[in-house]
């Protein structure tokens, strides 16, 4: 079975500062993979999501993420951040094959410092 | 399009009484998930309808809960009878056929058992 691994519970970045959210993933194939967010009582919306073909995706926000096959990891990064992106951040697999919910990791805390 | 509706957002009850949540998918989409979202666990699938039919409910805890969809555009959660553990924020999704990776969320109903 598919697992994700956020391996930072809690981030700390001070406004202006680049970003860089940790993600690995455990599956045999390639994988459908997502990045979500999710501001405080609200759902997730959906950041930027990699299917196949250019390693390096672009979502909203100005975020975006890289999928390394090699290293099983799909991180997400934002040049500078903004007091607005504080949130929890989730990335997700899809497996594919059969119809089946995404697994999500646990999520990254992002606090933002003035 | 309003995208995923759920109600209520917010749900205080006592141990014991029967709770009801309930979902519209955005309008077309043929797949609704039912997630929870605990502090231990984090976002876990419970259960998919595939064109209203249940297809996986392996994430169901137990026989207290129950999921419905009698039509395309409705699905209720009920947790009969209600404990404290059941705490949590229930999300509900829905996506298209063809593109089941890409899960719209609806903005969550938080559920607190006294």
């Known amino acids: 079975a598919q697992s994700v691994t956020q391996p930072d519970i809690h981030i700390t970045v001070s406004e202006g500062a680049s970003l860089e959210l940790r993600c690995n993933y455990s599956y045999g194939a390639t994988p459908y993979l997502f990045w979500y967010v999710q501001s405080p009582g609200q759902g997730l919306q959906l950041l930027l999501k990699y299917f196949s073909g250019d390693t390096l995706v672009q979502g909203i926000k100005g975020f975006e993420a890289e999928f390394k096959r090699s290293q099983s990891s799909f991180n997400l990064r934002k040049p500078s951040v903004h007091w607005s992106d504080a949130a929890e951040y989730f990335c997700?697999?899809?497996?594919?094959?059969?119809?089946?919910?995404?697994?999500f990791g646990k999520g990254t805390h992002l606090i933002i410092q003035p | 399009d309003a995208g995923v509706i759920q109600s209520p957002r917010h749900e205080v009850t006592e141990m014991g009484q029967e709770v009801t949540l309930r979902c519209k998918p955005i309008?077309?989409?043929?797949?609704l998930f039912w997630y929870r979202q605990t502090m231990m666990r984090g976002l876990e699938l419970l259960i998919y309808?595939?064109?209203?039919?249940?297809?996986?409910d392996s994430g169901m805890p137990e026989d207290r809960f129950s999921a419905k969809m009698p039509n395309a555009s409705f699905s209720t959660l009920k947790i009969q009878p209600s404990e404290p553990r059941d705490s949590a924020v229930y999300f509900c999704?829905?996506?298209?056929?063809?593109?089941?990776?890409?899960?719209?969320f609806g903005p969550g109903t938080r559920l607190l058992v006294l």
């Open positions: 309008s077309g989409h043929d797949y």
């Open positions: 999704a829905s996506s298209l056929s063809g593109r089941v990776e890409t899960q719209y």
């Open positions: 309808f595939n064109n209203n039919v249940p297809i996986d």
């Open positions: 997700a697999v899809y497996s594919g094959g059969g119809a089946d919910g995404l697994t």
